[in-house]
């Protein structure tokens, strides 16, 4: 079956290092989003990506970068992590360009910086 | 402002009781979606149910029932005869066709449903 995977489900990390969050589907979606799932917050936007090479802000996105180099993957990276970047971080992909397309979420990745 | 407000952040309830959970939205878009999805301990996010601007019709599935009224702006979801698999959070969620591309979540509301 087609799925969306994260990886690693859990992460502790250092104040100041680079940490990349992996994300996979097998469905061949365009679109792709990374959010961060915070209490009293929901779920916010960070970064998305219609298609190859193609990468957009989100709401959040200071402290974070993503590249396309195919479609499976959006890698998440923080390039030098902060404690306020302790968060779960959900990776989603859609059909189409068209967002009106239900957005399908992996398990989340539950990142701590010490 | 929030675009998305569940104003109950927790709610608590008998197995077999009904239950309604409020989602109010805010938009000046014709155009927009919106979304509920269910976060069971897990922790994934399940989508539940999609619903367009221009089609107020309620919608039922089983035991899970939403009521969209564009006068009040307001996406309610209602379980009928809680169990205890229903405890979950709750998102509600908005697209609109000026956003790019992005759904704004409500903060959530956790329903825990007790034997």
């Known amino acids: 079956d087609a799925e969306i995977t994260q990886s690693p489900r859990h992460k502790i990390t250092e104040t100041g290092r680079q940490v990349t969050l992996a994300c996979h589907q097998t469905w061949n979606h365009n679109n792709m989003f990374w959010y961060r799932q915070d209490l009293g917050h929901g779920l916010r936007l960070i970064h998305y990506?219609?298609?190859?090479?193609?990468?957009n802000k989100g709401e959040v996105s200071d402290g974070y970068s993503v590249s396309r180099s195919n479609t499976e993957d959006l890698p998440l990276t923080l390039e030098s992590a902060a404690s306020s970047q302790t968060s779960v971080y959900f990776c989603?992909?859609?059909?189409?360009?068209?967002?009106?397309?239900?957005?399908?979420f992996g398990p989340g990745t539950r990142l701590t910086v010490l | 402002a929030q675009k998305v407000t569940q104003a109950q952040t927790e709610i608590s309830v008998v197995e077999k009781e009904d239950v309604t959970l409020d989602c109010v939205y805010e938009?000046?878009?014709?155009?927009?979606?919106l979304f509920w999805y269910k976060q069971p301990p897990s922790g994934e996010l399940v989508f539940l149910i999609r619903r367009n601007s221009f089609d107020e019709q309620n919608e039922i599935s089983g035991r899970y029932s939403w009521n969209f009224q564009k006068s009040t702006s307001s996406f309610n979801f209602t379980i009928t005869a809680s169990q205890v698999v229903d405890s979950a959070v709750y998102f509600c969620a908005l697209y609109e066709e000026t956003s790019g591309s992005r759904l704004t979540f409500g903060e959530g509301t956790q329903l825990t449903v007790n034997p």
């Open positions: 938009t000046r878009d014709t155009t927009y979606y």
């Open positions: 989603a992909s859609s059909e189409s360009e068209d967002p009106r397309r239900t957005q399908y």
């Open positions: 990506s219609y298609g190859v090479q193609d990468t």
